[in-house]
T-cell receptor, first 112, second 117 residues
Framework: AQSVTQLGSHVSVSEGALVLLRCNYS??????LFWYVQYPNQGLQLLLK??????LVKGINGFEAEFKKSETSFHLTKPSAHMSDAAEYFC??????????FGKGTKLTVNP | DTAVSQTPKYLVTQMGNDKSIKCEQN?????MYWYKQDSKKFLKIMFS???????INETVPNRFSPKSPDKAHLNLHINSLELGDSAVYFC????????????????FGPGTRLTVL
């Protein structure tokens, strides 16, 4: 069965520091991959997605992610964290079935 | 204009009551979903409808019954509410049936926080 693992339920960075949120997936077929962000008391918003083509995907708010098939990873990065990036981040994968499977989420805290 | 809207935003009720949550999308999408997010933020799909037809029905107690009067609306009715039903319920929609569109990009509503006392 398809699964998504997000390493680290909590990540804390200083403002201006690199953000790295890890996501690994298991899928028997090449997956489609997504990162969603959830700000407090809000719904999920798509940050970026990988479907086909270039493996480095750029999203909104300066985030990007790289699909690495050999490592079954889709880690999310941002060169310089901003206070407004504090939120819950979800990695999701769609494999051979229509279901989108979500990871358990990573809460990002940005310290001034 | 709100793309995916849910009402109510907050719902506080007693155990044993019956309640409904409504969802509407104005994106012209064919597929709609209900998710449950527990206190640990874990998201779990409950149901999915495509053009008013049920296509995903996860292992959910039959106290939960979705209803899709048209493809722009997907409501969730919950009978005999239990303490464990307390959660945030999200509605989402996607442009096409997942079996036709290769990838399933979903658009989420703001959520309904259900508290059962």
């Amino acid at each position: 069965a398809q699964s998504v693992t997000q390493l680290g339920s909590h990540v804390s960075v200083s403002e201006g520091a690199l953000v790295l949120l890890r996501c690994n997936y298991s899928s028997s077929v090449p997956p489609y991959l997504f990162w969603y962000v959830q700000y407090p008391n809000q719904g999920l918003q798509l940050l970026l997605k990988y479907t086909t083509g270039a493996t480095l995907v750029k999203g909104i708010n300066g985030f990007e992610a790289e699909f690495k098939k050999s490592e079954t990873s889709f880690h999310l990065t941002k060169p310089s964290a901003h206070m407004s990036d504090a939120a819950e981040y979800f990695c999701a994968a769609q494999g051979g079935s229509e279901k989108l499977v979500f990871g358990k989420g990573t809460k990002l805290t940005v310290n001034p | 204009d709100t793309a995916v809207s849910q009402t109510p935003k907050y719902l506080v009720t007693q155990m044993g009551n019956d309640k409904s949550i409504k969802c509407e999308q104005n994106l012209g999408h064919d597929t709609m979903y209900w998710y449950k997010q527990d206190s640990k933020k874990f998201l779990k799909i409950m149901f999915s409808y495509n053009n008013k037809e049920l296509i995903i029905n996860e292992t959910v107690p039959n106290r939960f019954s979705p209803k899709s009067p048209d493809k722009a609306h997907l409501n969730l009715h919950i009978n005999s509410l239990e303490l464990g039903d307390s959660a945030v319920y999200f509605c989402a929609s996607s442009p096409n049936s997942p079996s036709r569109l290769p990838y399933n990009e979903q658009f989420f509503g703001p959520g309904t926080r259900l508290t059962v006392l």
